[in-house]
Structure formats: structure tokens, C-alpha cells
């Protein structure tokens, strides 16, 4: 089981930047992917990027590459995505999640309870 807790949202300008944490319960943390997702008012929610599990691998939807960056630290259980450049478009209630590549399956096991972004033009 791993229990997921997210941080670092807000309310900021346009153009301005934030880092959303995300810290996982569990000593099995470095054997999971990682991965953000979004969600805004009236829209499904979306994938914004993903990391594997010894964070040498990551992706990005387009309309985030080049301003969003996904990280991770092991030894602390934490994974981090720096959010530059925002737009009014990128607000949403952002969530991690979790899976276990050697299951095979690509769905995500785990999921946190989401942190609201506001980006004001």
C-alpha cells in the first residue's frame, strides 16, 4: 500500500512558477513510477507527466514540455514537478499517482487527494 500527499499549490500570475511535492508512505517507494495528473472544473482529467522509477525516464504532455519538470528523490520519497511559465490554462487540481511497472500494466495503483493550481491572466 502506498499512501500519497500532495503540496505546493496555489494561487499565482501568469508567467509566474510553482513547485508541487508529492511524498509517498512506504519503503518500497523507488520500485514505482510516478506520474501528475490534472483535472479542471468541467474537464477529465489529464496527464501531465511521468517519471520512472529511477527517475532516468520521464514524459510530458506537449503543452507542458519545456516549462514543466519532473523529479524525483528516492531517499526521501519524494517526487517534485517545477511548473514555469504558467498559463491560465495549466489550473487545475493536480494529483499524483503511483504504479508498479512490473506488473505490466499501465493504470496507476495509487493516487493522492490532489492539489488546487489557479493560475490568474
Known amino acids: 500500500q502506498v499512501q500519497l500527499v500532495e503540496s505546493g499549490g496555489g494561487l499565482v500570475q501568469a508567467g509566474g512558477s510553482l513547485r508541487l511535492s508529492c511524498v509517498a508512505s512506504?519503503?518500497?517507494?523507488?520500485?514505482?513510477?510516478m506520474g501528475w495528473f490534472r483535472q479542471a472544473p468541467g474537464k477529465e482529467r489529464e496527464f501531465v507527466a511521468a517519471?520512472?522509477?529511477?527517475?532516468?525516464?520521464?514524459d510530458y504532455r506537449d503543452s507542458v514540455k519545456g516549462r514543466f519538470t519532473l523529479s524525483r528523490d528516492n531517499a526521501k520519497n519524494k517526487v517534485y514537478l517545477q511548473m514555469n511559465s504558467l498559463k491560465p490554462a495549466d489550473t487545475a487540481v493536480y494529483s499524483c499517482a503511483a504504479r508498479d511497472p512490473l506488473r505490466g500494466d499501465p493504470r496507476y495503483d495509487y493516487w493522492g487527494q490532489g492539489t488546487q493550481v489557479t493560475v490568474s491572466s
Open positions: 512506504g519503503r518500497t517507494f523507488s520500485r514505482y513510477a
Open positions: 517519471i520512472s522509477w529511477s527517475g532516468g525516464d520521464t
